[in-house]
């Protein structure tokens, strides 16, 4: 049986997040004894791990280079005796790869999920220096591996396995109580965005989007759930696009599922992704998606048959794909079910289990350690 620590920096409910804590509380226990450490701070998916049986440690990292918090992070890894050690996103996958090495722990796999054009040159100069203070880096789709190639991490360390959705199923939700709920009409079409407020998300070719459509397609609302650097700006431009009474910023919100089963579709209008679990779930509930071509996206809504794909920054095509979709119902239900198909076929929770499980024994096994 393999010791395993899953390491992150927060426990917000959020993309990388969620993959996470599904692929902890899912690892076969007869075969794996599983732990999360929080690097920086916790969250509210704690809760849900403590319920599951999972031991949480919150390590705390309150400062942006902090050598005091990798002493405590390698102290951590060596009393726990970790046979394995995965970690998620930047602060944790560069934490964690040198605290892995000073506490000698066996097998290291890094996980990356996004295309990550944020990263300046400090960034990159990190993830090219520990490019190999892991067994695998571990991309959620074939344009993450890409971009990690192309920083130079050599491919006898790279793997794919993409991100899972869990089966289930849209809660039972009231739509007219929903619309209500944001002082909307009862059949007011309704457009969904969930995702965070930052550059990467290009919120403000949606705003455009919608300040388009409210000519053609006056009845349409939409409610972008979610929070970032950007609120402010954006909450400024939807004025501007006399947009008020159209567009509610809810802020963070706990209650997206719900949000996602009152949506006639979801509009996803990002530079780059990995692999975007918010498209994942609208297409698990039969939902229409509406998305740029953005690296990582395009390997999810096949245009036309699972979602409607438009050019990165083309606003007049993003407001003409939410059109066509809430002016045809047999169009929307077509994508729908088939992206409730695509999902059900490739990217089951069940099978990134697996993988996962199936790559740490195999590690594990080439280092002469018993599974």
């Known amino acids: 049986m393999l010791k395993v620590l899953q390491l992150i920096p927060t426990l917000d409910r959020s993309g990388a997040e969620k993959q996470m804590a599904m692929l902890a509380r899912g690892l076969p226990r007869d075969r794996f004894r599983v732990e999360v450490a929080a690097l920086t701070r916790s969250g509210p998916l704690e809760a849900e791990l403590r319920d599951a049986g999972i031991p949480v440690t919150v390590i705390g990292k309150p400062l942006k280079l902090d050598p005091l918090a990798l002493l405590r992070l390698a102290r951590f890894l060596k009393a726990g005796a970790f046979d394995v ?4 996103i930047f602060a944790a996958n560069a934490y964690g790869r040198v605290a892995a090495r000073m506490a000698r722990v066996p097998v290291v ?41 192309g920083l130079g991490v050599p491919d006898d ?32 079409p309704l457009v969904l965005f969930a995702g965070r407020l930052a550059e990467q998300k290009r919120v403000g070719d949606l705003l455009k989007a919608l300040d388009l459509l409210q000519h053609v397609q006056p009845d349409a609302r939409t409610i972008i759930a979610g929070d970032g ?18 567009v509610r910023f809810l802020g963070h919100r706990e209650d997206i599922p719900r949000l996602l089963a009152a949506a006639d579709l979801l509009v996803l209008p990002s530079a780059f992704e990995g692999l975007p679990n918010v498209v994942l779930e609208a297409m698990r509930f039969r939902k229409p998606v509406v998305a740029t071509s953005a690296p990582g996206t395009t390997e999810v809504v096949v245009d036309g048959e699972t979602g409607l794909l438009v050019p990165i920054g083309d606003q007049v095509a993003l407001a003409r794909a939410i059109r066509d979709i809430i002016r045809d119902p047999e169009l929307a239900r077509r994508l729908g079910e088939a992206g409730r198909a695509r999902v059900e076929s490739d990217f089951a929770a069940s099978a990134m289990i697996d993988r996962f499980a199936g790559l740490y024994e195999e590690l594990a096994r080439a280092k002469g350690m018993g599974c």
């Open 229 to 246: 650097p950007l609120r402010t700006e954006l909450e400024e431009t939807a004025k501007a696009y006399a947009l008020d009474g159209r």
């Open 109 to 149: 796999v890094v996980s990356e999920m996004a295309v990550d054009l944020w990263k300046g040159r400090g960034e990159r100069l990190v993830d090219r220096r520990l490019s190999t203070w892991c067994d695998r880096l571990v991309g959620n789709s074939h344009a993450v591996v890409d971009f990690y190639r």
């Open 157 to 188: 360390r790279l793997a794919m396995i993409y991100s899972g959705v869990e089966n289930e199923e849209p809660p039972p939700v009231d739509r007219a109580a929903v619309r209500a709920e944001f002082e909307f009409p009862p059949e007011a």
């Open 85 to 88: 050690v995965q970690t998620w």
